[in-house]
């Protein structure tokens, strides 16, 4: 499978962007997603997950609340809506697939995803 994120730019405190991660390949649908993000300097974190039945998601503390995950199966595309962006929000943010039957790790490690997508740039202004 292979993931393209989308959807980065630069906005102010306050404002609001909505992520997407087009996957191309077989099974979107069978597959838990997450997003992850890494800030200049820092290692790279976990965000939100959603389980490939949408009936299960998990968050960072530092985002529940003010993100929301979503995906659409029929489309093959996974989704972030971001409000309340804050400053410490400023990122690199990475979507990622599991895609093995029996993944190891919990939802909020990037050691369970198999699939990286490439970045999309999110810059918040104070």
């Known amino acids: 499978v292979q993931l393209q994120a989308s959807g980065g730019g630069l906005v102010e405190a306050g404002g609001s962007l909505r992520l997407s991660c087009a996957a191309s390949?077989?099974?979107?649908?069978?597959?838990?997603m997450a997003w992850f993000r890494q800030a200049p300097g820092k290692e790279r974190e976990f965000v939100a997950a959603?389980?490939?039945?949408?009936?299960?998601?998990e968050y960072a503390d530092s985002v529940k609340g003010r993100f929301t995950i979503s995906r659409d199966n029929a489309d093959n595309t996974l989704y972030l809506q971001m409000n309340s962006l804050k400053p410490e929000d400023t990122a690199l943010y990475s979507c990622?697939?599991?895609?093995?039957?029996?993944?190891?790790?919990?939802?909020?490690?990037?050691?369970?995803?198999?699939?990286w997508g490439s970045g999309t740039l999110v810059t918040v202004s104070s």
């Open positions: 959603m389980s490939w039945v949408r009936t299960y998601t």
């Open positions: 390949g077989r099974s979107f649908s069978t597959f838990s």
């Open positions: 990622a697939a599991n895609t093995a039957p029996r993944p190891s790790g919990t939802y909020r490690t990037s050691t369970r995803y198999d699939a």
